[in-house]
Antibody
Framework: EVHLVESGGGLVKPGGSLTLSCAAS????????MTWVRQAPGKGPEWVGR??????????DYAAPVKGRFSISRDDSINTLFLHMNSLKSDDTGVYYC??????????WGQGTLVTVSS | DIQMTQSPSSLSASVGDRVSITCRAN??????LNWYQQKPGRAPKLLIY???SLQSGVPSRFSGSGSGTDFTLTISGLQPEDFATYYC?????????FGPGTKVDIK
C-alpha cells in the first residue's frame, strides 16, 4: 500500500523560503511521477508542479504562479520528494499535498502540510 | 492554460437521489478528465480518470462520461458518505487545472 507523508510546513514571512518533504512508502519515488497540489483556505485545489520518473527523464513542470520560485527534487536514498519554495508571497498560503500521478491523475495523496506566509 | 468550469456550484439532494455534475473545458481535452471527491480537512480522492474509468475501490454508483469539452459525473443513488465537494481536473496539458468545485449537501 502506498503511503505519503508531507512535512515541513509552517509560518514564514513574505520573501522567505521553505522546503516541504513528502516521505513515501510502498513505492519508489525514483520510478514514480509525483505531483504537488496546493489548496488555499476555502478554495479549490491548484496544481503546483510535477516531476517525471527518472526512467522517463526526470524533468519537471510548474504552474505559472510558482515558476522560477519553486522547484521539485527527490532524494532516492531516503525515498522522499521535496518542494523547494523561495520568494514566498501571501498568495502561497495553503495546504500543500503531494500525490502520485498515474494515468495522468492524482492517485495516492498525502494528508497535506500547511504553509502560512504572513508577516 | 486550459480553463475548467463546473455546474452547478452547489446542489442539495437526498439520500437515494441520482445526481449529475457537469464540467466543461475551454478547449478539446479528448478524454483527459479526472473527477475527485473532497471532504473537509481531507485530501482529494480520485474517483474517475480518463473521463469514464472508475478508480479501483470506488463504488460503482459513481460514473463518468463525456469527451472533448463536455463531461459529466453521475452518482446513482446518493449515500450519506457522498456529501462532499467534487472537482474535475483536466490532464491534457500542464498545468493540470481544476474546476471550481460542486458542493453536494443534504436537502
Amino acid at each position: 500500500e502506498v503511503h505519503l507523508v508531507e512535512s515541513g510546513g509552517g509560518l514564514v514571512k513574505p520573501g522567505g523560503s521553505l522546503t516541504l518533504s513528502c516521505a513515501a512508502s510502498g513505492l519508489s519515488v525514483t520510478n514514480a511521477w509525483m505531483t504537488w497540489v496546493r489548496q488555499a483556505p476555502g478554495k479549490g485545489p491548484e496544481w503546483v508542479g510535477r516531476i517525471k520518473s527518472k526512467p522517463d527523464g526526470g524533468t519537471s513542470d510548474y504552474a505559472a504562479p510558482v515558476k522560477g520560485r519553486f522547484s521539485i527534487s527527490r532524494d532516492d536514498s531516503i525515498n522522499t520528494l521535496f518542494l523547494h519554495m523561495n520568494s514566498l508571497k501571501s498568495d502561497d498560503t495553503g495546504v500543500y499535498y503531494c500525490s502520485t500521478e498515474e494515468s495522468a491523475a492524482g492517485k495516492n495523496w498525502g494528508q497535506g502540510t500547511l504553509v502560512t506566509v504572513s508577516s | 492554460d486550459i480553463q475548467m468550469t463546473q455546474s452547478p456550484s452547489s446542489l442539495s439532494a437526498s439520500v437515494g437521489d441520482r445526481v449529475s455534475i457537469t464540467c466543461r473545458a475551454n478547449q478539446n481535452i479528448r478524454f483527459f478528465l479526472n473527477w475527485y471527491q473532497q471532504k473537509p480537512g481531507r485530501a482529494p480522492k480520485l474517483l474517475i480518470y480518463h473521463a469514464s474509468s472508475l478508480q479501483s475501490g470506488v463504488p460503482s454508483r459513481f460514473s463518468g462520461s463525456g469527451s472533448g469539452t463536455d463531461f459529466t459525473l453521475t452518482i446513482s443513488g446518493l449515500q450519506p458518505e457522498d456529501f462532499a465537494t467534487y472537482y474535475c481536473q483536466q490532464s491534457f496539458n500542464t498545468p493540470f487545472t481544476f474546476g471550481p468545485g460542486t458542493k453536494v449537501d443534504i436537502k
